[in-house]
């Protein structure tokens, strides 16, 4: 996967995508980054990127001028996202998606954000991470990285471990334990070391659909949607 980002803090790139299991594939090009300078594309010799909002308020607005040669430059193909609190929140499903193109271009804003404009002339989907307002796009732009770079074929060491996790089944993961058995005094559920696979199942099942209508009544309210009807 082919990923480029506009930014105007490129060596805010890799940043912790250059550790562990994507860093790895990183180096083994399984995905490959292109962080372009949006600052390269300003047309005086400043190197202004922003302007005042008309109609006033506070802040700066990113200039469409600048973000169009921007993107001229460096958009081919695929995806082109823009990371915004008024976008569409993103989703499991939709990163799964997102894991299947061979190119993805993210561009990430800061001050108080891009002149509309620039998102009327490009097809842009703009995608929010959550109900909360960041300074800027890049670690929201590496947040949709880390979740869409756990699908691209390999990247994963175990590649299981992607099928029974949180959202997956539409449920909440059930709770995990490891070694010791006994731990200050606490034991693991009996069920776990019974060795009976089918009990287990069951086990993880009920705890998955209890903790999801405990936490997040929004996701079990769907779950119970997409089952097929009983009887
Ligand atoms: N004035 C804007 C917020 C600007 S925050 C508003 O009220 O909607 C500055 C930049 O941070 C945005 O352009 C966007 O790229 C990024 N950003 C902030 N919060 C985000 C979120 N929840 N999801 C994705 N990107 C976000």
Redesign the pocket.
């Known amino acids: 996967m082919q990923v480029t980002v506009l930014t105007l803090y490129p060596e805010m790139f890799p940043g912790f995508l250059g550790y562990s299991l994507a860093g790895k594939a990183l180096q083994e090009g399984l995905w490959s980054l292109n962080s372009v300078n949006i600052r390269d594309f300003a047309t005086d010799s400043y190197g202004t990127v922003d302007d005042l909002p008309f109609g006033g308020g506070a ?1 700066m607005v990113m200039k469409p001028d600048v973000l169009d040669r921007a993107l001229k430059a460096s958009y081919k193909t695929g995806p082109l996202l ?6 569409k929140p993103l989703s499991q499903k939709r990163v799964i998606e997102l894991a299947q193109e061979p190119s993805l271009t993210i ?8 002149d509309e404009r620039i998102l009327e002339s490009w097809p842009f989907e703009e ?11 890049e670690p ?1 732009a590496l947040t949709l990285l880390d979740a869409v770079l756990r699908y691209v074929p390999n990247v994963l060491g175990n590649q299981n471990s992607l099928v029974e996790e949180s959202f997956s089944n539409g449920l909440l993961e059930y709770p995990q334990y490891t070694r010791p058995q006994v731990w200050e005094g606490k034991s693991v559920p009996e069920v776990l070391v019974s060795g009976h696979h089918k009990n287990i199942e069951n086990w993880r099942l009920n705890q998955s659909e209890t903790l999801t209508k405990e936490r997040r009544p929004d996701i079990w309210q769907k779950y119970l949607a997409s089952q097929p009807k009983k009887g």
Not at 82 to 87: A, D, H, V
Not at 108 to 114: H, I, K, L, S, Y
């Open positions: 802040g823009y990371m915004t609190p008024k976008g561009l990430c804003g800061r001050f108080e954000g891009v995608i929010s991470i959550g109900d909360y307002v960041l300074s800027g796009g929201a």
